[in-house]
């Protein structure tokens, strides 16, 4: 295949051309309920070709290698119809190698008998809770073998597992439905998976809780976030915008984020880092085969680095972070976080509670999305904070506000960083992308909560 | 087909049924970013999946490039030994009514004809607002759907696709606006830059001054986008047969109930000519139709694929979908809400304070099975005494479907499509909750 492919990227009048193959397998296992309800499994195979002419890109995916010089061909002659300013890439030195993930016990290689033990006792114990009228669980592995190689002479194989797990229970009586969840991930590790019976009937118990739990009164509080959804924020808010797809043709919000501003307080460092072993978002090199890093975005407060693809450096005269990533064959490499986390600071969580009068924790993440400046996510469990001390159980919030004001007003952040596997990143129609994200408790003053 | 029948005969062997279903495409986008031509792309994909009842239980695999039959049987024969009862048949049609899904125009529209038209799209926004940053995709696409079953079943038909979407943005300082919209059909001359443009512009003009209102129960007008953005989900959770079976619908007995206020009507429709949810078959070979979810307020049908409705005892209602080629399930094809008498000009001029939502960020992140819906104001306009006076900012609101459906202040006269799946007047609701910052 290796002949076949730099055969195919030569003499093409091109300034550069990449090409991406892989095969692909998954295995995925919904619950409703009782009901095992889905059970597949899939295997594809495919690539695409990426040409660059004079600053502009073609693109062609295929599922079969045949006739790749005229696929090439096409991806320049799509190239030649735009014409952008000419653009050289971020420079990098070839790189020839071979990338195999080491696994103590490779989810793909467990038995869909085990799978299915496993995730039948979890939901087991879901659904023995009275309360509980239904359940979701999804569970889903694979694994990723991709070939790259680009007209410069690199070529490198690498090989990488994936595997996501949610629990989700669903209470109701009365009219009222409520519900709770639990999502995880990994490396592909499957252990991650195992021994988590305790906290299916905890999802359960909280789901059947939130029946009778009060709506949080809609405004500003002083709020606590746990490292989950504190990591949700960090990935959210403000990771995305450190994307600098979004940043480098756009005038004015490079003026607002130039490095050297400051952003928040001397306590706060957000960090990206795909070279952190063992994490969802970890890798070595990128879909454009830049080698990996670990990035500050924000260190002692001020803003230090943005995430970068080689043509986002390039435009913006900062180096190539290997950050340029494709969630499969069908896509172009676009800028994506990996492994993204707030570093750990030194109050204890009771030092944070101890000075509120009126406030909210929020705990767990259920969802959230950005536009930009402006963020909302939603808390998986949210509870009072009245004089120092956590109260009564809410109905899940969702909590809003703009990224640069919250920042400011993040004043305490907590000695506990936890790392959040769960769930996956979207942008541009491609999702879920294997991410994590972390933090330790933060503390912030002034955020608005939606309610009623 | 013939690789089709390869599989199905290869799958018999071993199955008590069968059932082959495949979707090859071959679309092109064209993106624009920050208003340049920034990519041209060809995307191609076969994908084929394969269902099969072995000793009485469903197995299930997909395959897209070179994966071999062999191998597509084996994975389908694995999953059976822990799949659910098959407790139905593969249909046996094959005749089908027509349903128009395909325009040959399509592929004669040479990239060269949308590159223009994202060009003039651009142009136009930037005629209103020269520092707006345009990001625009325009996209033509065929695919070619077909399907054959052991039970004689067998269908295959095509269909086209064309569509043109802006997302603009002004950044000034820290401030951003977001505006956008965008139009798709199987037919391309449906696909309407001039009417796109305008829609646009009309944004921009509202969104032109700041303004905030207050924290407390306010009404609100959803337009059409805002509609899409803010109430679809939740409702659509709740007719979807798998919701109704397991009884986490709050609609679940509420049948031939007056659920939703009486003057307003929902359906499901695979029928309409060139619709980009239409279809003469669904993913599992069941006559796509036109079916009412509610009409006049009250609750008349759900929507059901094959294996759902037969274990809710009834039939699919041809609303079995495969995203993305994966296991079918109850899902939409094109939805329509009834419009009103009532012109979006009186709704404004009836608010003395209000709000007008357009686009809701986070909106399905609630308790969507419950009904709520809420999220931040990504665009929407402050009304006062009667007038659009400008956007709002750090704005969110909270509600329920149920509650705020059930009686409407009034429906809007000029309907829309949004997406090309949803057409919708605009809603106008009382007593929606609202927050915002420093109130």
Request: aromatic share 8%.
């Amino acid at each position: 295949m290796r002949d076949l492919i730099s055969g195919a990227l030569k003499g093409q009048g091109a300034d550069y051309v990449e090409i991406h193959f892989e095969e692909s397998q998954s295995t995925s296992i919904a619950y409703r309920g009782e009901r095992l309800e889905e059970i597949s499994r899939a295997r594809n195979s495919g690539g695409n070709v990426r040409a660059l002419v004079r600053g502009s890109w073609g693109f062609v995916s295929f599922n079969h290698l045949d006739g790749l010089r005229d696929k090439v061909a096409l991806a320049v002659k799509e190239a030649r119809l735009a014409s952008r300013e000419p653009l050289k890439l971020f420079p990098m030195e070839p790189v020839v190698d071979t990338v195999i993930p080491q696994l103590k016990q490779d989810a793909t290689d467990i038995p869909l008998s085990t799978k299915k033990e496993l995730l039948d006792s979890y939901n087991d114990i879901m659904l023995s809770n009275p309360k509980i009228q239904s359940t979701r669980i999804n569970y889903r592995d694979g694994r990723r073998q991709r070939t790259f190689a680009s007209s410069e002479g690199s070529y490198i194989e690498q090989s990488k597992t994936d595997l996501a797990l949610r629990l989700a229970a669903i209470a109701s009586e009365d009219n009222e439905v409520q519900q709770a969840g639990l999502s995880l991930g990994s490396d592909g590790e499957f252990s991650t998976v195992e021994g988590l019976h305790e906290q299916a009937g905890e999802v359960a118990r909280r789901a059947a809780a939130l029946l009778s739990a009060p709506q949080a009164k809609g405004g500003e509080y002083t709020v606590i976030l746990d490292p989950v959804l504190a990591g949700v924020f960090a990935h959210e808010a403000f990771g995305h915008l450190s994307e600098s797809d979004f940043v480098y043709q756009n005038e004015n919000l490079r003026q607002v984020m130039v490095l050297g501003k400051k952003f928040g307080g001397k306590h706060l460092n957000i960090i990206d880092d795909p070279t952190i072993p063992n994490l969802r978002g970890s890798y070595k090199y990128d879909d454009e085969g830049t080698p990996t890093k670990k990035n500050y975005l924000i260190r002692e407060g001020v803003l230090e680095g943005r995430l970068h693809s080689r043509e986002t450096a390039a435009k913006m005269n900062e180096s190539a972070t290997g950050n340029a990533r494709a969630i499969n064959y069908l896509f172009s490499p676009i800028v994506r976080m990996s492994n993204t986390f707030i570093t750990p600071g030194n109050a204890s969580l009771e030092e944070m509670l101890g000075d509120i009068e009126e406030g909210v924790y929020v705990k767990d993440w259920y969802g959230g999305t950005t536009s930009l400046e402006m963020f909302t996510f939603s808390a998986g469990e949210a509870y009072m904070i009245r004089r120092g001390k956590l109260a009564e159980l809410l109905r899940p919030v969702v909590l809003t506000g703009n990224v640069f004001t919250t920042l400011q007003n993040i004043d305490a952040i907590g000695n506990d960083l936890g790392m959040n596997q769960g769930g996956g990143c979207g942008k541009g129609g491609q999702a879920p992308l294997p991410v994590s994200n972390g933090s330790p408790h933060i503390r912030i003053r002034h955020c608005v909560i939606g309610g009623r | 087909m013939e690789h089709l029948e390869e599989v199905l005969r290869s799958a018999r062997k071993e199955a008590e049924q069968s059932e082959v279903f495949s979707v090859s495409s071959r679309a092109t986008p064209i993106q624009f970013e920050a208003n340049e031509l920034k990519q041209v792309q060809t995307k191609e994909s076969t994908s084929t999946g394969l269902r099969i009842f072995r000793k009485g239980r469903i197995g299930f695999a997909t395959a897209s490039g070179g994966g071999d039959v062999g191998a597509l049987v084996e994975m389908a024969v694995e999953t059976s030994q822990f799949g659910s009862p098959s407790g139905f048949q593969f249909p046996f049609g094959q005749d089908y009514s027509e349903v128009s899904t395909f325009d040959p125009e399509v592929d004669k529209i040479a990239m060269e004809r949308m590159v223009e038209m994202g060009k003039e799209l651009i142009a136009r926004i930037r005629g209103h607002t020269p520092d707006i940053l345009c990001d625009v995709q325009v996209t033509r696409g065929t695919s070619s759907i077909s399907f054959i079953n052991s039970q004689g079943g067998e269908g295959k038909y095509d269909k086209s696709f064309f569509s043109l979407s802006l997302e603009g943005i002004l950044v000034r300082d820290t401030d951003m606006l977001f505006v956008g919209d965008g139009e798709s059909s199987c037919r391309p001359d449906f696909v309407e830059t001039d009417g796109l443009a305008d829609r646009i512009i009309w944004q921009l003009e509202m969104a032109k001054k700041k303004a905030a209102v207050s924290t407390g129960l306010l009404p609100v007008i959803f337009t059409p986008i805002g509609v899409a953005s803010a109430l679809m989900s939740p409702l659509m959770l709740a007719f979807n047969g798998k919701t109704v079976l397991e009884g986490a619908s709050p609609l679940k007995d509420k049948l031939g109930e007056q659920v939703f206020d009486k003057r307003l009507s929902l359906w499901d429709d695979a029928t309409i000519a060139y619709g980009v949810g239409s279809y003469p078959f669904d993913d599992e070979g069941v006559s796509g139709r036109c079916l009412p979810l509610f009409t006049n307020g009250v609750v008349t049908n759900f929507l059901y694929d094959l294996q759902t409705a037969s274990l809710a005892g009834t039939q699919s209602t041809g609303n079995g979908q495969r995203a993305g080629g994966g296991f079918p399930r109850p899902g939409i094809s094109s939805l329509i809400l009834s419009g009103g008498d009532v012109p979006f000009k009186s709704m404004v001029e009836d608010m003395k304070e209000g709000l007008i939502v357009e686009q809701l960020m986070g909106a399905d992140q609630g308790n969507i099975l419950g009904g709520d819906f809420g999220g931040n104001v990504l665009l929407g306009y402050k009304v006062e005494n009667g007038e659009i006076v400008g956007r709002v900012k750090d704005t969110m609101i909270a509600g329920n479907v149920y509650q705020v459906l059930k009686e409407l202040r009034s429906i809007g006269r000029e309907t829309r499509w949004v997406g090309g799946i949803l057409q919708t007047p605009h809603l106008y609701c009382s007593g929606v909750s609202v927050s915002t910052k420093g109130s």
